[in-house]
Structures are given as structure tokens and as C-alpha cells.
């Protein structure tokens, strides 16, 4: 009788209190039950120090490690080390898991002799509702049929996250795959990227398998980032290496990496009037300046298409109106709250 191959399950840990348990009840109600629970409290301020260890004394497989506040990915990093099994996924704290997504992955990976790496849709869950994200291809994959496409995985975010992914534990420790811990933004990204260095065949299904719980309250939830831009870009410019590398950067890739830049401005637009933004008026209408100056030198025009947004964009662009991007970005947390306020209010009466 074969014996399950053991999986890891990696989770930093950082003031998440009020979901942990939830997270952890998703992971031990698998389906699959060869598992490992390995959970990093990363300095936590509240008393997720102590909800770790008391999951760790009721169920014999969860570990517990305690570190001084050093970020996600020296939390995964140590988590990394930690970890015993065949195959290794990653969980975010504040998110859960389809009962039969360990399941499901790992027979893909048992099933498919030659596959280093399997990739499920997953589903964001917020106060607005769901949001559902697959691609737009689906099964085992050749290095060169699957990088055909990366510029519309990537696009679609099915490649960034670590959380979506079973991970052959032997490659990550033989090539020596780690989170860049001096990175706060893209080192899901760049961990990716070094793993599918290695990869000769991927698997991608498409069920939504993964629970992703994000605050809408804001379009980037995470705060206001000074340098959001520089940051992006030096994001597409990892994936144009890589793509370069592997002789992939075709005109399908390029296409996409446009509109995935137009993407970036955007949310760059939106993140300079976010309501934590420190700077002066003054210095954000030049800052949103310097975002229209890059959109203009680094991308055409015409791929700001699609969404209202991309298409306002596009025409203030045309008309050099900046003064009229910069009321519309002002006003656009204004009337996305009152768009959350109303959704609520709607599926309040809906069920009274």
C-alpha cells in the first residue's frame, strides 16, 4: 500500500487573530490528510503568539515558530526550512481553503509523472462579493506551450501568488528558491519566477480551490506606497527577463505586458489619492504628472481599453487633461465607498 506523500503547509502569522482558526480548520479538514501545519508568528502584537501555541498543544500536526516582526517572506523562509514534506503549500492567515484542493493538487502532481508544479484557480472574497480568477488554458504543459502564454497568466493573476501553487519541496531546496526579504512588494512574484526556472511541465486547473479574503474598502488595501510605480515596473521588467531568457518574449507576451502596464497606471493613479497619502497637493498632482509622463514614454496608448477607467484615461491622455484625471482619481474613493454602502444596503433589504 502506498504510504500519502506528506504535504507542508507554511503559514506566517502577523496579528491575525480573528482568522486564524478558520485558516487552520480549512487546512485540517482537507480531504487529504497526510499534512504538516507550520505556523510562523512573525512578532505578532495581539494574541496570535498564543492562539498558535494553543492549536499547536490540541493538534499534533501543527509546529509553531516564534520570530521578532521580520516580514512575509522571512516568515515563509523559515517555514521553508522548517518543513518536512514532499510537497509544500503556501497559506496567507487570512484566507481558507476548498476542502479537496490538497486533494485535487496532489493527485495532479501523482498523476502526471513529469510535473513540477500545479496551479488552481482561486476566489476573491471581500464585502463586494466574489471574484473569480481562472485562465484561459487548462491542463499539463511543456515549458514552451505554457510560456506561449505567461504574458495572459500573468495578466489574469494566476502566476503571482505562492498561495494558488503545490510546490515540489525537492526543487525549492535544491535550487535554493527564497523569498527576497528586502522586497515589501512582488516577492511572490520573483519566488515564482526562480521556481519556474526549473520547471519543464506545469499543470493548471481551474477551479477556484483557493480562498482569497481581501478589504475592498480601498482598491490597494495595503495602503498608501510612495514609490508604487517604480515598484511595478520593476515587476514587468523581471517577467520581460524571464520571458527573454527563454526566447518567449513573442508578440502575444508583449501585448499582454502593455496592458498589464496600463493596468499599473492605473492602480498607480489610484493609490497616489489614497486616503493615507501624506503628501501635500501639490506634490501629488506633480507626482501624478511624473505616472502620465511614464505612461506616455513607456507603453501605447491604445492599450488603455477595456474597463471605464482605462478608456477615461486614455482620452484625458489624448486631450492632455490632468486637471481632469486629477479630479476623477480624487473623487474615486468617495464613490467607491458610497458603491460598498449601497451593495450592503441592497443585499440587506434583498434578505429582509
Given at each position: 500500500?502506498?504510504?500519502?506523500?506528506?504535504?507542508?503547509?507554511?503559514?506566517?502569522?502577523?496579528?491575525?487573530e480573528k482568522s486564524l482558526t478558520t485558516c487552520v480548520q480549512s487546512i485540517?479538514?482537507?480531504?487529504?490528510?497526510?499534512?504538516?501545519?507550520?505556523?510562523?508568528?512573525?512578532?505578532?502584537?495581539?494574541?496570535?503568539?498564543?492562539?498558535?501555541?494553543?492549536?499547536?498543544?490540541?493538534?499534533?500536526?501543527?509546529?509553531?515558530?516564534?520570530?521578532?516582526?521580520?516580514?512575509?517572506?522571512?516568515?515563509?523562509?523559515?517555514?521553508?526550512?522548517?518543513?518536512?514534506?514532499?510537497?509544500?503549500?503556501?497559506?496567507?492567515?487570512?484566507?481558507?481553503?476548498?476542502?479537496?484542493?490538497?486533494?485535487?493538487?496532489?493527485?495532479?502532481?501523482?498523476?502526471?509523472?513529469?510535473?513540477?508544479?500545479?496551479?488552481?484557480?482561486?476566489?476573491?472574497?471581500?464585502?463586494?462579493?466574489?471574484?473569480?480568477?481562472?485562465?484561459?488554458?487548462?491542463?499539463?504543459?511543456?515549458?514552451?506551450?505554457?510560456?506561449?502564454?505567461?504574458?495572459?497568466?500573468?495578466?489574469?493573476?494566476?502566476?503571482?501568488?505562492?498561495?494558488?501553487?503545490?510546490?515540489?519541496?525537492?526543487?525549492?531546496n535544491r535550487y535554493q528558491i527564497t523569498f527576497t526579504n528586502s522586497l515589501?512588494?512582488?516577492?511572490?512574484?520573483?519566488?515564482?519566477?526562480?521556481?519556474?526556472?526549473?520547471?519543464?511541465?506545469?499543470?493548471?486547473?481551474?477551479?477556484?480551490?483557493?480562498?482569497?479574503?481581501?478589504?475592498?474598502?480601498?482598491?490597494?488595501?495595503?495602503?498608501?506606497?510612495?514609490?508604487?510605480?517604480?515598484?511595478?515596473?520593476?515587476?514587468?521588467?523581471?517577467?520581460?527577463?524571464?520571458?527573454?531568457?527563454?526566447?518567449?518574449?513573442?508578440?502575444?507576451?508583449?501585448?499582454?505586458?502593455?496592458?498589464?502596464?496600463?493596468?499599473?497606471?492605473?492602480?498607480?493613479?489610484?493609490?497616489?489619492?489614497?486616503?493615507?497619502?501624506?503628501?501635500?497637493?501639490?506634490?501629488?498632482?506633480?507626482?501624478?504628472?511624473?505616472?502620465?509622463?511614464?505612461?506616455?514614454?513607456?507603453?501605447?496608448?491604445?492599450?488603455?481599453?477595456?474597463?471605464?477607467?482605462?478608456?477615461?484615461?486614455?482620452?484625458?491622455?489624448?486631450?492632455?487633461?490632468?486637471?481632469?484625471?486629477?479630479?476623477?482619481?480624487?473623487?474615486?474613493?468617495?464613490?467607491?465607498?458610497?458603491?460598498?454602502?449601497?451593495?450592503?444596503?441592497?443585499?440587506?433589504?434583498?434578505?429582509?
Amino acid at each position: 500500500m502506498n504510504v500519502p506523500k506528506l504535504v507542508s503547509f507554511i503559514i506566517p502569522v502577523y496579528n491575525a487573530e480573528k482568522s486564524l482558526t478558520t485558516c487552520v480548520q480549512s487546512i485540517l479538514g482537507q480531504t487529504y490528510n497526510s499534512i504538516e501545519i507550520i505556523l510562523i508568528n512573525d512578532g505578532s502584537t495581539d494574541n496570535s503568539k498564543e492562539l498558535c501555541n494553543k492549536l499547536a498543544e490540541v493538534y499534533p500536526a501543527i509546529h509553531v515558530i516564534h520570530q521578532k516582526n521580520s516580514g512575509v517572506s522571512a516568515a515563509r523562509n523559515a517555514g521553508i526550512k522548517k518543513a518536512n514534506g514532499i510537497y509544500i503549500q503556501f497559506v496567507d492567515a487570512d484566507d481558507y481553503l476548498d476542502s479537496m484542493m490538497t486533494k485535487k493538487l496532489v493527485n495532479i502532481m501523482n498523476t502526471n509523472i513529469n510535473c513540477e508544479l500545479v496551479i488552481c484557480g482561486y476566489e476573491a472574497i471581500s464585502t463586494r462579493g466574489i471574484k473569480k480568477y481562472t485562465s484561459s488554458i487548462e491542463g499539463m504543459f511543456k515549458e514552451d506551450t505554457y510560456l506561449t502564454h505567461f504574458g495572459d497568466l500573468y495578466k489574469r493573476v494566476i502566476i503571482p501568488s505562492p498561495c494558488n501553487k503545490l510546490y515540489l519541496a525537492d526543487v525549492i531546496n535544491r535550487y535554493q528558491i527564497t523569498f527576497t526579504n528586502s522586497l515589501s512588494i512582488g516577492e511572490d512574484l520573483l519566488f515564482n519566477l526562480s521556481y519556474l526556472r526549473h520547471c519543464k511541465h506545469i499543470y493548471i486547473n481551474n477551479d477556484p480551490l483557493y480562498k482569497y479574503v481581501t478589504d475592498n474598502e480601498h482598491s490597494l488595501s495595503r495602503g498608501f506606497r510612495n514609490n508604487y510605480l517604480e515598484e511595478q515596473q520593476r515587476l514587468l521588467e523581471e517577467v520581460t527577463r524571464f520571458l527573454r531568457e527563454r526566447n518567449a518574449l513573442n508578440l502575444t507576451n508583449e501585448q499582454k505586458l502593455g496592458e498589464i502596464y496600463a493596468n499599473s497606471i492605473i492602480n498607480a493613479l489610484t493609490n497616489l489619492f489614497h486616503p493615507d497619502n501624506p503628501l501635500p497637493r501639490s506634490k501629488t498632482f506633480e507626482k501624478m504628472n511624473d505616472i502620465l509622463n511614464a505612461a506616455k514614454q513607456n507603453i501605447d496608448i491604445q492599450h488603455f481599453r477595456g474597463t471605464y477607467q482605462k478608456r477615461l484615461v486614455r482620452t484625458l491622455l489624448r486631450c492632455k487633461a490632468s486637471y481632469g484625471l486629477y479630479a476623477f482619481f480624487r473623487m474615486k474613493p468617495y464613490l467607491q465607498e458610497q458603491q460598498r454602502i449601497l451593495t450592503t444596503l441592497l443585499k440587506k433589504f434583498k434578505h429582509e
